[in-house]
Structure formats: structure tokens, C-alpha cells
């Protein structure tokens, strides 16, 4: 199994330009999650999606836009790319337990520099 | 918005010491608790998870819950130059489906 798998693993865009970063799980889980790392920021929460066909905003969201395209792909979109959004990008995924349990597993993320 | 707090660091230990890693949270209904390790340039591993108040071992690593004090910790035994990385603590925001994690712990294990 692969687990969490990301494209890119890197990228540079020109300000104003889009791309998409796709993220594709093989572990059958019904979570996924988008999240931005910065340096003495720690993890932020993009988007997540609690199950195919839904998708929620995070801590910051302004700036993206998510698809949840089936139960395995989960992709993060900058449609106009700023400085700001400089950062690296993390895909995770989980089975929330009967329980309420959330153990995520994340993908190698995308470094991404806009100019 | 529950918060996660945790010391920057480096913590500095020698090789085969105890190392110690905290993590206090603001909110005193959490209920779950989880420590990541990430390397430099690589994404965070989940290496324990926590539910309730004690102790819970696995190999090396012994994490401890105190629900009363609103703190997590995770005690590395026989630490190793391996273990050197920054350690995130993360509890589960009320209707379990985020995360919220710490800025993390950087550990050197001096050899």
C-alpha cells in the first residue's frame, strides 16, 4: 500500500498563476484534509472532507478551493497564487472510529514557492 | 478554538537518556491526543495515540495523559541520534473531525 501519495512534490509559480495539487489515498479512509506548514506556524487546516460529496473550510481556507473527487482523490486549488501562499502542503486521511477517534496519516507534501 | 502549547526548544539530551517532551491544551473537554514526529523536509508520522488519563507504552516511547492538568507528554527512553526531529502533539476538536496540533518540539539527541 502506498498510503497517502501528493503531486507535485514541488513547484514554482509566478503570482497570479493556478495549478492544482492532488492527493490520493489507498487506505479506504472517508476523511481527508488539507494543511499548510509554515515555519513557527505549525499545521493549519485548509480543508477537510468528512466524507465524499462533502468538504468543510479549516482555520484557513481563503485562497483555495477543494474537490472532493471520489473517495480517494482529494485536490487543493490556488486559483490566483499570492506570496503569502508560499508554504508546504500536507494531505492527510483518516477513518473517524465509532468512537470518535482520529488517527490521520499524511502524504509526503508539495513545496510550493509563488514569486 | 482549542489550543495546543508546546516548547519550541531544542531539547538537548545525550544518547541513552530519557527524553521529555510536554504539551498543555486549553480545552478540558479533549479527549484524544496524538504525538507526530516529523524529520526535517519530511511530512509528521503518527507515532502514539492517547485516550485516556495514565500511562501507554509502546517500545520506547511511553506517553502520559493527565485530563486534570490539561497535559500530554511523551517520554523517549534510550533516546537515540535517530530520535533527533520535531515532535507534534495534536488533540481532536469537538465533532472529532480536525486536529489541532502544537508548534511542535524539536529534539537533538547528542550521541
Known amino acids: 500500500n502506498a498510503g497517502v501519495t501528493q503531486t507535485p512534490k514541488f513547484q514554482v509559480l509566478k503570482t497570479g498563476q493556478s495549478m492544482t495539487l492532488q492527493c490520493a489515498q489507498d487506505m479506504n479512509h472517508n476523511s481527508m484534509y488539507w494543511y499548510r506548514q509554515d515555519p513557527g506556524m505549525g499545521l493549519r487546516l485548509i480543508y477537510y472532507?468528512?466524507?465524499?460529496?462533502?468538504?468543510d473550510k479549516g482555520e484557513v481556507p481563503n485562497g483555495y478551493n477543494v474537490s472532493r473527487l471520489n473517495k480517494r482523490e482529494f485536490s487543493l486549488r490556488l486559483e490566483s497564487a499570492a506570496p503569502s501562499q508560499t508554504s508546504v502542503y500536507f494531505c492527510?486521511?483518516?477513518?473517524?472510529?465509532?468512537?470518535?477517534?482520529?488517527?490521520?496519516?499524511f502524504g509526503p507534501g508539495t513545496r510550493l514557492t509563488v514569486l | 478554538q482549542k489550543e495546543v502549547e508546546q516548547n519550541s526548544g531544542p531539547l538537548s539530551v545525550p544518547e541513552g537518556a530519557i527524553a521529555s517532551l510536554n504539551c498543555t491544551y486549553s480545552?478540558?473537554?479533549?479527549?484524544?491526543f496524538f504525538w507526530y514526529r516529523q524529520y526535517s523536509g519530511k511530512s509528521p508520522e503518527l507515532i502514539m495515540s492517547i485516550y485516556s488519563n495514565g500511562d501507554k507504552e509502546d517500545g520506547r516511547f511511553t506517553a502520559q495523559l493527565n485530563k486534570a492538568s490539561q497535559y500530554v507528554s511523551l517520554l523517549i527512553r534510550d533516546s537515540q541520534p535517530s530520535d533527533s526531529a520535531t515532535y507534534l502533539c495534536?488533540?481532536?476538536?469537538?465533532?472529532?473531525?480536525?486536529?489541532?496540533f502544537g508548534t511542535g518540539t524539536r529534539l537533538l539527541v547528542s550521541p
Open positions: 472532507s468528512a466524507s465524499e460529496g462533502t468538504t
Open positions: 480545552d478540558r473537554v479533549s479527549q484524544s
Open positions: 492527510a486521511s483518516s477513518e473517524v472510529s465509532a468512537g470518535g477517534r482520529n488517527e490521520q496519516f
Open positions: 495534536a488533540t481532536q476538536d469537538t465533532g472529532f473531525q480536525k486536529l489541532v
